[in-house]
């Protein structure tokens, strides 16, 4: 374990400055159960976020709605002593409401998102947001007030990147009149891939596609599963090939797998290092639910 680093993963340039390894961390259960409050752990919490610039993470996803913001206060602290620190890249989300555990309200009204990129950036320390995605897209107000909001706190300098979550391709070209969209972030997995058609045209505009809930496996595991078989030639878990079929689907794929758990954390990073051969991705690709 001692020689895992998630350069392995290979990396994805947003611009001159803003380069990350491909195999990121996601803060989302460094919290309460349903995602909200605090997490049991705190020192826990922190000693993860430490444990992942370790072993080479330098592109961290959070959201203001996790807990809400109690992940970002332990991903704060967490790379407040990082020696490399500049190198270390956030996206961050907003635009979804709490009001309770795994209750999840969006809200796109512009003096809120604004709201909620300053309050973030206190929250973290940070003076601007690397990459801020569109939690969610609010349907009862346009994608122009929204998105053009983000514009706005892009063209003072508060945002470098703007990015979209859980859209449609309609929904990204309609956003793209509005702003340079730089990312997406869609629930993909070996296990469900109907948002390949996304995932497609992310590539084809240069944008980072970042798939959230990317360890589902879904039914695809067992012990005569075809997924667990192909684990086995490679001597690695279903999970860790469900994160290197991900890194070979295509060179835009940023992953987030998310865990508060330092043993768990080595294993997803080891998986950057697993190069499937063409005819196992093929056969790992048919077995999940595609839009193909």
Known sequence: MSQINASASGTYAFDDQFKVNRLGYGTMQLTGEGTWGPYDDPNNAVSVIKKAV??????????????PWF???????GLKSASNRDEIFISDKVGQTRQGPGVWTPHGEPNYLRQQVEVSLMTLGIDHE?????????SHFSVAEQVGELKKLQDEGKIKHIGLSQVTVGQIKEAQKYAKIDAVENLYNVSDHRDDDVLDYAE???????????????????ANSPLAKIADKYKASPAQIALAWLLKRSGNVLQIPGTSSVAHLEDNVAAASIKLSDDDFKAITNLGVSNR
């Open 71 to 77: 992940a970002d206060r332990y991903l704060a602290e």
């Open 130 to 138: 690397d990459l801020l995605f569109l939690h969610r897209i609010d």
């Open 204 to 222: 084809s505009q240069h944008m980072a596609f970042v798939p959230w809930f990317p360890l589902n496996t879904g039914k695809l595991t067992g």
């Open 54 to 67: 370790d072993l080479g993470i330098n592109f961290f996803d959070t959201a203001d709605s996790y807990g």
